[in-house]
């Protein structure tokens, strides 16, 4: 495609253009899929990732920069959000192996128990305080131990919208410790 029907493809697209959108995810998606899956060697994370690009291209085209190089800019943010993703399931991976790692080596003690039984208390109630799905997506993706593709199977949504949720999810827990923690 001349830079000039890439130029004119985005213009159209940062309009709200469905035709264009149509055409931008024809002619790039591909290309995009096979660099995820290059940067992943992960598929399902690769298709993910592509179809959360594609789906955040629409839902924000008016908010989209001027762009005259299109696919230079779709891998770029491709790659921001292939990056996310591995770092989401990296930390998450790591506190998951340390606690395990901690409730392995250490026997509790009694005061330790009335501890771990009152932070699971508090832990329960910061749960419970969760919006409605995001409650739902976190206790089956951390107590019933689903995967994101079965969670998302299971809402009818996509794996990305999941992830997302989890995440937020995590960052609110997180936020509230550090205020009960103070």
Request: proline share 3%.
């Amino acid at each position: 495609m001349s830079k000039e029907g890439q130029y004119t493809l985005w213009r159209s697209l940062r309009t709200g253009n469905e035709t264009a959108f149509r055409q931008l995810f024809e002619e790039y998606w591909e290309p995009l899929f096979t660099y995820a899956c290059k940067i992943t060697r992960d598929h399902s994370l690769a298709q993910d990732s592509v179809q959360g690009l594609f789906i955040h291209l629409w839902e924000k085209h008016d908010a989209l920069p001027e762009v005259t190089a299109i696919l230079p800019y779709l891998r770029s943010a491709l790659r921001n959000r292939l990056l996310n993703a591995l770092r989401d399931e990296h930390v998450y991976q790591k506190h998951v192996d340390i606690f395990t790692q901690v409730l392995d080596t250490n026997a509790p003690s009694s005061s330790d128990q009335l501890h771990l039984k009152e932070t699971e208390q508090q832990l329960l109630l910061s749960i419970n305080r969760l919006p409605g799905k995001m409650k739902d997506v976190f206790y089956l993706h951390r107590m019933e131990d689903l995967s994101v593709a079965e969670i998302a199977c299971k809402l009818g949504t996509s794996p990305q919208t999941i992830r997302n949720q989890l995440s937020t999810a995590m960052q609110r827990l997180r936020n509230g410790w550090k205020t009960i923690a103070g």
